[in-house]
Antibody, heavy 118, light 107 residues
């Protein structure tokens, strides 16, 4: 059974940093692109980052480019999201998702809440 | 960026009623479109991909269609468990973008 379990969320002040983790199991992690998608409270979904199987290629929207870094450790079947210079508008539930070819998200974690507030 | 305009924002359907939700892309996306269902307090679930392909395990009352810039999700026979938010997503080009969502309620 595919499982994605996020951790690392919490309350953080504006301008500070936070690192999210996602532990994957039930599939060959190194064979799949992975992604982070977020959802602000009572709002829609926003794609945040995607990483290739080896980690050599990463993709971001302009809203987080230069502040967020996606990475992975295939040996540990783990995905990460380093978030720097956090803003109030980054407040959201962050989901780890498996990307299935060509570019859809077929499995999602339960989500982790990040609140950016002073 | 490709804008995805989803309509309606909300709708209410009776048991057994057929409902449709539409997404209009700001440019052609060559059927690179997915539909997700998100029940209250839960994570999104993939329903349809490549505009019309049913994800494994999804009931056959769900179907997708469309081409070019216009796509739709149809539920043939509303069931109580279909009460949820529905989102479309284009994967034609980065940045991937989602529609604003449709809230479907049982009347």
């Amino acid at each position: 059974e595919v499982q994605l379990v996020e951790s690392g969320g919490g309350l953080v002040q504006p301008g500070r940093s936070l690192k999210l983790s996602c532990a994957a199991s039930g599939f060959t992690f190194s064979n799949y692109y992975m992604a982070w998608v977020r959802q602000a409270p009572k709002k829609g979904l926003e794609w945040v980052a995607t990483i290739s199987t080896s980690g050599s290629r990463t993709y971001y929207p302009d809203s987080v480019k230069g502040r967020f870094t996606i990475s992975r450790d295939n040996a540990k079947s783990s995905l990460y999201l380093q978030m720097n210079s956090l803003k109030s508008e980054d407040t959201a539930t962050y989901y780890c998702a498996r990307r299935t070819p060509p570019s859809y998200f077929d499995y999602w974690g339960q989500g982790v809440m990040v609140t950016v507030s002073s | 960026d490709i804008q995805m305009t989803q309509s309606p924002a909300s709708l209410s359907a009776s048991l057994g009623e057929t409902v449709s939700i539409e997404c209009l892309a700001s440019e052609g996306i060559s059927n690179d479109l997915a539909w997700y269902q998100q029940k209250s307090g839960k994570s999104p679930q993939l329903l349809i991909y490549a505009a019309s392909r049913l994800q494994d395990g999804v009931p056959s009352r769900f179907s997708g269609s469309g081409s070019g810039t216009r796509y739709s999700l149809k539920i043939s026979g509303m069931q109580p468990e279909d009460e949820a938010d529905y989102f479309c997503q284009q994967s034609y080009k980065y940045p991937y973008t989602f529609g604003a969502g449709t809230k479907l309620e049982l009347k």
